[in-house]
């Protein structure tokens, strides 16, 4: 094992990837002379050339559309967005065609590619800089949406996804870039983590918190904190929102009978709002209590720093739900 940062996890994944397979090239604004805006693809070119790893203008809608051209005709694009919010220019090509085109043809024609880029906010970047962007992708069939949570989970669920046969959603944690962990060496053998299966963080008996990507070490710390008040709480990371690993949230949740969903987006028709959905219909008997959200305020996300630190969720808002839910506060 190396302990390496997230995004060193992502460029050895994109490498190992495309030396792998030569039908595996990456695209996007900045990806190649640069070597990314988050420097995810240092290195890239050199090792790969221009052919292989291309900048692009910047044009979301042009060359997203380009990469869904190529995976039709067998190549398996990565499109990189310098961030998802500027992706939303290139929701027709992403929605209409990248999404539809496997159905439309009868499973004739498939799109294996993947979209990747950080999401959510950052540190004062006001509203248009700043969605958690889950939800908009999560919501269409034919489209597949990861969101790892560390440095391991990261490259394992990224090699996965440039190998799957449809379009994948991959959405990375602006905040986690220079997150480090232990991840396995190359040559320790292919590390692939399959897409749709959760990862249980931290294990307890008392309540659930359910949860995906920057917010899992959110989740994490406030599980510490209980755990001072004799609370032990299971924190479970869904690294993937589709494919949904149902089996494992319902196994928590019948194990500790409580459960507080915990996200970055906002809480009208969020994620959470769908965990809610499959909780009650699948699990309602095992509930002590309601389910409750913890999210971002339902608010654009203010420039001023007080205001956001207040927007954002948080460690507190984390552990008041989870002592609502057992009847403590």
């Known amino acids: 094992m190396a302990t390496i940062t997230y995004r060193e996890a992502l460029n050895q994944a994109l490498s190992e990837e495309m030396r792998r397979d030569e039908s595996v090239f990456l695209m996007g604004e900045e990806v190649a002379e640069y070597d990314g805006a988050y420097k995810v693809s240092k290195g890239l070119l050199d090792e790969f050339g221009d052919r292989r790893v291309v900048d692009t203008p910047i044009s979301e809608l042009?060359?997203?559309?380009?990469?869904?051209?190529?995976?039709?005709?067998g190549l398996r694009p990565v499109i990189e967005f310098m961030t998802f919010n500027f992706a939303f220019l290139a929701l027709d090509q992403i929605l209409n065609s990248a999404a539809k085109m496997y159905y439309m043809s009868g499973g004739q024609i498939p799109v294996?590619?993947?979209?990747?880029?950080?999401?959510?906010?950052?540190?004062?970047?006001?509203?248009?800089?700043?969605?958690?962007?889950?939800?908009?992708?999560?919501?269409?069939p034919g489209l597949k949406l990861v969101r790892p949570a560390t440095p391991a989970d990261a490259k394992g669920l990224l090699k996965?996804?440039?190998?799957?046969?449809?379009?994948?959603?991959?959405?990375?944690?602006?905040?986690?870039?220079?997150?480090k962990g232990e991840v396995p060496d190359p040559d320790d053998g292919d590390f692939v983590i399959p897409l749709g299966v959760a990862d249980l963080k931290h294990e307890g008996g008392d309540v659930s918190i359910i949860t995906h990507g920057s917010t899992v070490h959110l989740a994490l710390q406030a599980a510490k904190k209980l755990e001072k008040d004799?609370?032990?709480?299971?924190?479970?990371?869904?690294?993937?929102?589709?494919?949904?690993?149902?089996?494992?949230?319902?196994?928590?949740?019948?194990?500790?009978?409580?459960?507080?969903?915990?996200?970055?987006?906002?809480?009208?028709?969020?994620?959470?709002?769908?965990?809610?959905?499959?909780?009650?219909?699948?699990?309602?008997?095992?509930?002590?209590?309601?389910?409750?959200?913890?999210?971002?305020?339902?608010?654009?996300?203010?420039?001023?720093?007080?205001?956001?630190?207040?927007?954002?969720?948080?460690?507190?808002?984390?552990?008041?739900?989870?002592?609502?839910?057992?009847?403590?506060?």
């Open 230 to 329: 004799g609370i032990h709480a299971d924190v479970l990371d869904l690294r993937s929102l589709r494919p949904l690993d149902v089996d494992a949230i319902l196994e928590s949740v019948k194990k500790t009978n409580r459960a507080v969903y915990l996200e970055e987006g906002w809480p009208y028709v969020g994620i959470g709002a769908q965990i809610v959905a499959t909780i009650q219909e699948e699990a309602f008997d095992h509930l002590d209590a309601p389910v409750l959200r913890v999210c971002q305020a339902d608010v654009p996300m203010p420039y001023a720093k007080n205001l956001e630190q207040l927007a954002k969720p948080s460690v507190d808002r984390v552990i008041e739900a989870c002592n609502r839910v057992l009847y403590r506060s």
């Open 160 to 179: 996965a996804s440039i190998r799957d046969a449809d379009p994948v959603i991959f959405m990375e944690g602006e905040m986690l870039y220079n997150l």
């Open 112 to 140: 294996p590619m993947v979209f990747r880029g950080p999401t959510g906010a950052a540190l004062q970047l006001s509203s248009q800089h700043s969605h958690a962007c889950d939800t908009y992708y999560a919501h269409a």
């Open 62 to 73: 042009g060359f997203a559309g380009l990469g869904v051209g190529a995976a039709m005709v």
